[in-house]
């Protein structure tokens, strides 16, 4: 865990009573979700399964304001965007819906990771709010509840309640039986595992992952293939990692990610998130498996590129995407923690 980003998430609430503290991390995705059945309850089209980070927290304060005709939502010290805002209240809505109760609210939220950028801060960000706020309204739920309350926010912020790998099912039907199995939970793995994070553009996508998502599924003839090698691609990840095959998991996680990309490339009219940086950073990870160290590209809806490799060779890895000349920001995410919640006494 990266202490120094963690205390300075938390120091933005230092000296403050009132409203639980949620601190969540995001996580990326080695077998991608890509797709919904059901726009409204966020039910994906296929699982998926990611690795939670231990860098890039998003600390959330929710405290319950009474007197108030309207929640006020802050990012990083100021007023959150009217997108932002709107999105936070209406899944304040859904959590007061749950709770019974009808309390404005004030979120106020330190990220540390670039927003909007396909690093998976709607993740962070949407796990952290949903554990503090059903801790400021009095939802009693365990982990499970809490991972499908999360992914009503954002679909990837269920994961993000669990740290180390997560698996994401995505359940059977729609309504009430779709919602209650379409949850995340821990995956077993005996791998000692890192991903090392090219940041080749930190800020915010020309094309939102909803929009694209949507258009990509309407439009690509290559949408419903992907989709069922997913599943597949799924069983055989989750065998993998149990069985300490890094090699394997991380062939099909690279196989997985590049053919979401031929999806949103064959999209009409084309969806391209890859910059050409992404692609010399590809190059360089075939050179590095070619030169003996199993290293293998996942890039999530955005021109960032992941690698994962063993821990030992994490430092390798970065010294290879550190010669390129592109200008990128290179950072090495070991399996992080899961959501924690702190405070929430009334002063």
């Known amino acids: 865990m990266s202490f120094s980003e963690t205390a300075h998430s938390a120091a933005a609430f230092a000296g403050r009573r009132a409203g639980p503290v949620a601190i969540a991390y995001p996580n990326m995705a080695l077998v991608k979700y890509w797709g919904k059945r059901d726009e409204s309850l966020v039910l994906p089209v296929t699982g998926s399964l990611s690795m939670t980070l231990d860098i890039f927290p998003t600390t959330t304060r929710v405290t319950l304001r009474p007197r108030a005709a309207v929640d006020a939502v802050t990012l990083n010290g100021r007023d959150a965007s009217p ?48 554990a503090a706020a059903a801790k400021a309204y009095g939802i009693e739920s365990d982990a499970r509840a809490l991972s499908r309350l999360a992914r009503r926010g954002s679909g990837s912020a269920c994961r993000s309640i669990f ?18 199995s379409s949850y995340a939970e821990p995956s077993r793995y005996a791998v000692d595992a890192a991903l090392v994070i090219a940041i080749v553009d930190s800020g915010p996508k020309a094309l939102p992952s909803r929009t694209a998502m949507r258009l990509s599924m309407t439009s690509s003839p290559f949408y419903l293939p992907w989709a069922a090698a997913t599943r597949t691609d799924l069983e055989q990840v989750q065998a993998a990692l149990a069985a300490g095959d890094l090699v394997r998991a991380g062939g099909i996680a690279e196989h997985n990610a590049l053919g979401m990309h031929a999806v949103l490339l064959a999209s009409q009219p084309s969806i391209r998130y890859l910059a050409p940086q992404s692609l010399r950073i590809l190059d360089r990870v075939d050179r590095l498996r070619a030169a003996g160290i199993p290293a293998y590209a996942t890039i999530d809806a955005g021109p960032n590129v992941a690698v994962l490799c063993a821990r030992h060779h994490a430092a390798r890895v970065m010294v290879a995407l550190r010669e390129l000349d592109d200008p990128v920001s290179i950072r090495i995410a070991r399996p992080g923690p899961g959501v924690t919640v702190t405070g929430g006494d009334e002063p």
């Open 163 to 180: 740290g180390g790998f997560v698996t994401w099912h995505a359940g059977t039907g729609f309504g009430a039986a779709g919602d209650a």
């Open 83 to 130: 997108q932002t805002r709107m999105r936070v209240e209406r899944f304040l809505d859904l959590v007061r819906d749950k709770a019974g109760r009808s309390e404005r609210a004030r979120v106020e939220t330190n990220n540390t990771i670039p927003t909007g950028a396909g690093l998976a801060s709607s993740a962070s960000g949407f796990a952290a709010l949903a």
